[in-house]
């Protein structure tokens, strides 16, 4: 069986979260169905953290899988 893409998001309002969300800024997004339920988006940051944030905030984009590697956490 392939391996599930991975899903990115545009920011496109940091509104409430200056600090940690930069928009026009593409995030990894790790699938949570209970805070999708609630209207949350979990994304990751450069440093590997995942966040809960609004999913208002966010536009979901595709990224060529031969770019996905760009998005790679460190570890």
Known sequence: ????PASFV???DNEGYPASLEPRKIYRVLGDPVAEER???RVVDESGE???CPARLFVPI???QEAEHAFATAG
């Open 1 to 4: 069986m392939a391996p599930t």
């Open 10 to 12: 545009l920011c496109v």
């Open 39 to 41: 209207g949350l988006r």
């Open 50 to 52: 995942d966040y809960l």
């Open 62 to 64: 595709e990224v060529p």
